[in-house]
């Protein structure tokens, strides 16, 4: 495919193989057919909006990517595509204290908002694992979750309107600047999480929470990582809600630091915010069937290793990302029973969870990179799949659909609703140009 009408666009684009190589996967592991055709750099709205009328125009397909952190293959671009590489859009463009919202561009990295908002005594609450390189655009993009959303939600929940270039090059805004507001239908949310294929988010106005009394962290160790599950939802049933609760089973431990586990075959990290007889009550709760509970002595460290956890794994083998979750009260069931599909399939499973809200990520090491996954993965990611739903759950809590979980989602939603979603998609990219093939 020829993508020479990007000249008249004025924008700067590539097609040098090392830079298509860089930009055609992305950290799913999932490997599409062919390369794409050129990754072009805007660096403004208006270029954005030049490039998709281009695409339209030629019947060009539109990937567009931030960082390319995706887990589910959403930001893989194969053969004849063009990567729209957001990451150049990467100002804050004003934060606003008394009215508690930041505006942003897409390519803003999420640490670096939230480090500008602790400037001003707030806080950007969403905090996903890979927040020192994800970007805003891509977190909205797939509702990215993260560790803090026990307590402060998802991206959804700090998302108060967009502005998103249509698949002609049209801009529209959405949302508002105000902390209410419930005027039209909610545009907003239904561009967040939609991976890229209403729309390409060019803008973000933001909620900022205030930063919270210094936190207490709480390092709780088990005898097994059932034990860990339990207490976890413990604490929900002693009505305490913790900012965090990250639970680590052994291989996990392994993974990261065999010293970790020392004291016990499971980890779970808490922490608090609500002053000092809060931290001792979860203290009190943590303790029943705990080998060991303790204040962490450095938690940036603890916090840090359990950031690691994913690197760590990758470097065991190829891992399969699975990301479920289910109703907090089956939070201890759902782990038990992914060890015995480990168990029955033979393949390594490393389970980490925000235990706070029912997030689980059973990674599956499926043999070596670069090599076939095997089929026995195969069947035990759908088992895990399959327990997901059985238990009242989803087949993703925050990494998306991407391309890896397509054939779970109309499984998840029923044939009818899935057909409406394909007539929204169809309402807002009636060519099918924006990340085809993808969420839906």
Not at 200 to 218: D, H, K, N, Q, S
Not at 226 to 254: G, K, N, Y
């Amino acid at each position: 495919m020829t993508v020479a009408w990007l000249d008249q666009t004025g924008v700067q684009w590539s097609t040098d193989p090392q830079v298509l190589a860089e930009k055609r996967l992305d950290r799913s592991g999932w490997e599409p057919d062919g390369s794409p055709a050129a990754v072009v750099f805007p660096r403004t709205v208006a270029d954005v909006q030049a490039v998709l009328k281009g695409a339209q125009e030629t019947r060009t397909k539109i990937v567009a990517r931030g960082a390319g952190t995706a887990l589910t293959g959403a930001t893989a671009a194969g053969d004849g595509v063009l990567v729209l590489d957001l990451s150049g859009l990467n100002r804050i463009l004003d934060v606003r204290p008394a009215d508690g919202v930041a505006v942003v561009e897409p390519g803003v990295i999420t640490a670096n908002l939230d480090r500008a908002a602790a400037a001003h005594g707030l806080r950007y609450a969403p905090d996903p694992a890979s927040l020192e390189l994800s970007t805003i655009g891509g977190n909205i993009a797939t509702n990215a979750g993260g560790l803090r959303c026990a307590k402060y939600g998802v991206t959804r929940d700090a998302v108060l309107g967009l502005d998103v270039v249509l698949a002609g090059g049209e801009r529209i805004s959405t949302g508002r600047a105000t902390l209410k507001g419930v005027a039209g239908y909610d545009l907003t949310g239904l561009f967040v999480g939609s991976e890229g294929t209403l729309g390409v988010i060019v803008g973000a106005t933001l909620r900022l929470r205030p930063l919270p009394e210094p936190t207490a962290t709480i390092a709780a160790y088990y005898p097994d990582v059932e034990t860990a599950a339990a207490a976890s939802v413990a604490l929900a049933e002693a009505r305490i809600q913790p900012v965090l609760a990250e639970l680590l089973d052994q291989a996990t431990l392994d993974a990261i630091d065999p010293g970790l586990r020392a004291t016990g075959s499971a980890l779970l990290i808490v922490q608090t915010d609500g002053g000092p007889d809060e931290a001792a009550h979860a203290a009190e709760v943590l303790a029943k069937g705990a080998t060991l509970v303790q204040s962490a002595g450095d938690p940036a460290e603890l916090l840090k290793a359990r950031r690691q956890a994913l690197p760590s794994i990758e470097k065991l083998g190829r891992p399969l990302i699975e990301d479920i979750a289910v109703p907090r009260s089956r939070l201890a069931e759902a782990v038990r029973r992914i060890g015995v599909i480990a168990a029955r399939h033979d393949v390594p499973i490393c389970t980490l969870a925000h235990a706070g809200d029912g997030n689980l990520h059973p990674i599956i090491v499926a043999g070596a990179h670069g090599e076939p996954i095997p089929d026995a993965a195969t069947r035990a990611a759908d088992e895990i799949f399959a327990l997901a739903l059985e238990l009242g759950g989803t087949v993703t809590g925050e990494h998306g659909v991407g391309v890896l979980k397509r054939a779970w989602l109309a499984k998840e939603i029923g044939p009818l609703a899935h057909d409406l979603q394909r007539q929204i998609k169809a309402v807002f990219d009636p060519l099918g140009i924006l990340n085809p093939g993808k969420a839906i």
